[in-house]
Every structure is written in structure tokens, then in C-alpha cells.
T-cell receptor, first 113, second 116 residues
Framework: GNSVTQMEGPVTLSEEAFLTINCTYT??????LFWYVQYPGEGLQLLLKATKADDKGSNKGFEATYRKETTSFHLEKGSVQVSDSAVYFCALSGGTSYGKLTFGQGTILTVHP | EAGVVQSPRYKIIEKKQPVAFWCNPISGHNTLYWYLQNLGQGPELLIRYENEEAVDDSQLPKDRFSAERLKGVDSTLKIQPAELGDSAVYLC??????????????FGPGTRLTVL
């Protein structure tokens, strides 16, 4: 079946540092890939998505590129802010996960001033 | 536009007691999902509804869990009896349609259940 693996966390950075959170997946067919973010006390929110190979999703300075050859969808941001502190989830939909999201385990990001 | 509403936000019960969670999806969203999120893990789907029909309940532990979505709008998830291992966050999400893999799912804030 489908699965998503995220880098081990938590991640702690200083403000304005470069962020990478690794995500790899296993899926049949051509899934869509997502990054969701969960701020403290809030529900999950879609951060960005990509629906086919080589697509780049971007939002709020975050980017991720759908790499079919490496089955990866790594999240990057050039300069993080304290307000980016949250839990980030990589997810996929499609293939054997049709109609539902399959999530990774989440990565806690803490940004210090 | 109002988001997905869930209640209660927090619930503490003793084991073997029943508990129910309520969800009201975004107006017009035909598809409703219930997810279970254990501490330190990503959400896992329990059940998916298309209107009032449960189209995927393969991960719902039917011996103690039940769900309903009467009239295809709001939904209730019930556990009876609750066990210690049921302590988790129960998330509700909705989307305009379950047809197609591109649709964003909109999540509620969740209900945090603690079973003592």
C-alpha cells in the first residue's frame, strides 16, 4: 500500500535560517502530493500541493517539487520566521489511497529569534 | 466562510464509558472524513462519507466505533465502550467532492480525547 516517510524531527532553527524537511513516498500509480501545516491549537491547513511529476508547489515562501525519479517531495524555505513554528505533515492521495490522504508522521519545527 | 466545526474540543472520560464527537463540515461539502491522530503521528482515516453514504469504513474498528451522517450534513462519531488506547485526537475534515485526488481537505481543530 501507499506510505509516506518524513525526516526524523524535531527541527530547531534560528530565524532567517534555511529549512529543508525531507519527505519520500511509496505509491502505485501517480499520486498527488501535499504539505499540510498544523499551528498550535489549530487544525491542519493545506500549505502547498503538486499533482504531477516535476510540478512545484509554493506558498508563503515554502516550496516543494514533485520528484518521481526519487519519489520525493522535500519542503524548503529560504528564510524561516518565528511564526513558521508548527508541525508539518507530508501527505499523498491517489493510487491505493484514492479518496483519502496518507500522512507521514509529522515534523515539529521550532524557530528561535 | 465558516470552517469545519467540531465539538467538544476536549473530553476526559473513564474507560468503559461511551463518548461521542460531533462535526459540522463546510457548507456544500459533500465529502466528510473522520481521522484518528495518535500522539507524534500523522492522521489516519477512520471513515469517509459521500453525502450520507459511508464509502470507506475499512479502518473503523466496528466492534466499538460507530459513525453516522444523517441527511448528509453533520456527522457523529461514537466510541462505546472507550479503552485507554483510544486516547488521541479525532479530526474531522471535509471537501467538495471525493471524486478525484486533487481536492484539498479542510480540517477542523479536532477533539482531544483522554481516557483514564
Amino acid at each position: 500500500g501507499n506510505s509516506v516517510t518524513q525526516m526524523e524531527g524535531p527541527v530547531t532553527l534560528s530565524e532567517e535560517a534555511f529549512l529543508t524537511i525531507n519527505c519520500t513516498y511509496t505509491a502505485t500509480g501517480y499520486p498527488s502530493l501535499f504539505w499540510y501545516v498544523q499551528y498550535p491549537g489549530e487544525g491542519l491547513q493545506l500549505l502547498l500541493k503538486a499533482t504531477k511529476a516535476d510540478d512545484k508547489g509554493s506558498n508563503k515562501g515554502f516550496e516543494a517539487t514533485y520528484r518521481k525519479e526519487t519519489t520525493s517531495f522535500h519542503l524548503e524555505k529560504g528564510s524561516v520566521q518565528v511564526s513558521d513554528s508548527a508541525v508539518y505533515f507530508c501527505a499523498l492521495s491517489g493510487g491505493t489511497s484514492y479518496g483519502k490522504l496518507t500522512f507521514g508522521q509529522g515534523t515539529i519545527l521550532t524557530v528561535h529569534p | 466562510e465558516a470552517g469545519v466545526v467540531q465539538s467538544p474540543r476536549y473530553k476526559i472520560i473513564e474507560k468503559k464509558q461511551p463518548v461521542a464527537f460531533w462535526c459540522n463540515p463546510i457548507s456544500g461539502h459533500n465529502t466528510l472524513y473522520w481521522y484518528l491522530q495518535n500522539l507524534g503521528q500523522g492522521p489516519e482515516l477512520l471513515i469517509r462519507y459521500e453525502n450520507e453514504e459511508a464509502v470507506d469504513d475499512s479502518q473503523l474498528p466496528k466492534d466499538r466505533f460507530s459513525a453516522e451522517r444523517l441527511k448528509g450534513v453533520d456527522s457523529t462519531l461514537k466510541i462505546q465502550p472507550a479503552e485507554l488506547g483510544d486516547s488521541a485526537v479525532y479530526l474531522c475534515a471535509s471537501s467538495p467532492s471525493g471524486q478525484g485526488i486533487y481536492n484539498e481537505q479542510f480540517f477542523g481543530p479536532g477533539t482531544r480525547l483522554t481516557v483514564l
